[in-house]
């Protein structure tokens, strides 16, 4: 029997830099969020309502509009024991599922191991950005890590095609595995081999590319339409990552808040009307998390790092809704300022690792961890 069910995709959004839960998903409803925001708390009567207690910050409204598609669901409280408010410390946790040891596998990384355990395909993992994130790092798992899809390619800086040419040829031999010396050599030969097979492929998906939704100039922007191409280009990506960066707001906040979620609601938006277009949205799930959330009491003119956070997830497949606790307000029950986290981060990994794409969660997570509902 033929099926035409396509293989599940996840597409991993970062909020670099400590995204405030706080003013994100507002308690507009709660005396005690507006006396620890006397600078920085959003008017009741701006809060897109969600249910008597908490509503969306104004800034969301395209991600409210799908939340009222059942195509979102917030993931209240989300974090890990003994949270550590270093930015790079906790994003490694996140990073490696690895609160308590400095870890040396990314979790996506392991995902593709799991699905692509022979690497038969550079391409089954996908970053759009500068660089390899932690998440992605596992040895012998093939990553291409993305600036710009127009311009990726190896020694492009070289003009002229029989120069290039002659100079990827020196490339791909100096690569060769026969001139491996050892496990290190095999691996930077193997990995230089990949660059080489993985840029001329992610090349001709551009020239696939045909849209109607115009996407906004921002980086997050340019970089969601960057994994469209690469995704409706059917090259057999299956996880994808990218970043939006920004949301340290110790200072500025009230302007500089807003801004980031305009732009990244934006962005999901013509990202998934983007897909609804190319009937290729079912098959695509969004997962967004950030490494903290910020103080429940604001500094005057932003907010320091916190604890407690939300991540959500986005898309066709999603089964929308409010899920786990919105942590408590009240003085007493504040870890040291910060919202204490009411579910383990692992837990979301679990559920997107076995319920979206049916891996074993263990191996990715390393343990067992309480999975929610929302697919």
């Given amino acids: ?56 910050n104004p800034a969301l409204q395209p991600i409210k509009d799908l939340y009222d598609q059942s195509k979102v669901a917030i993931i209240n409280g989300i974090g890990y024991p003994k949270p550590n408010r270093s930015h790079f410390r906790s994003m490694d946790i996140w990073h490696t599922c690895e609160p308590d040891k400095i870890g040396t596998e990314g979790w996506l990384g392991r995902c593709i191991r799991d699905l692509d355990p022979k690497a038969e395909n550079v391409l089954t993992g996908v970053n759009f950005g500068r660089g390899l994130p932690r998440s992605m790092a596992l040895s012998g798992v093939p990553v291409a890590s993305v600036a710009e899809l127009e311009s990726y390619g190896v020694l492009t800086g070289i003009t002229g095609h029989p120069r290039r040419e002659q100079a990827l040829d020196v490339f ?12 290190v050599m095999d691996y930077l030969g193997q990995t230089g081999l990949d660059a080489l097979k993985g840029a001329d492929i992610l090349k001709t998906a551009p020239g696939k590319y045909h849209s109607t939704v115009e996407y906004a100039d921002t980086t997050i922007g340019q970089n969601l339409q960057g994994v469209a191409k690469v995704l409706l280009a059917d090259l057999g990506t299956r996880i994808f990552n990218t970043q939006h960066i920004g949301y340290d707001t110790h200072a500025s906040q009230g302007d500089f808040h807003p801004k980031l979620w305009t732009d990244l609601s934006q962005a999901i938006t013509d990202f998934y009307t983007d897909l609804k277009e190319h009937d290729a949205a079912e098959n695509v799930l969004m997962f967004v998390f950030t490494e903290f959330g910020r103080r429940v009491k604001d500094n005057g003119a932003g907010t320091d790092h916190g604890s407690g956070g939300v991540a959500f997830a986005i898309g ?46 263990i191996s990715v997570v390393g343990g067992n961890f309480e999975q929610l509902n929302f697919v």
């Fill in 1 to 56: 029997m033929t099926t035409t069910k396509k293989d599940p995709i996840l597409v991993v959004i970062q909020l670099t830099g400590g995204n405030d839960y706080l003013n994100t998903i507002v308690p507009y409803n709660n005396p005690l969020y507006f006396d620890n925001r006397a600078n920085l708390g959003i008017p009741a009567d701006q809060v897109l309502p969600i249910d008597n207690n908490v509503g969306f």
């Fill in 172 to 183: 791909a031999r100096m690569y060769a595995p026969t001139l491996g010396t050892g496990p």
């Fill in 316 to 361: 066709e497949p999603v089964m929308g809704g409010m899920y786990s606790e919105y942590p408590s307000l009240n003085p007493e029950e504040l870890l040291e300022g910060d919202l204490h986290f009411n579910y383990d981060f692992r837990g979301a990994y679990s559920t997107l690792a076995e319920r979206w794409l049916g891996l074993d969660p």
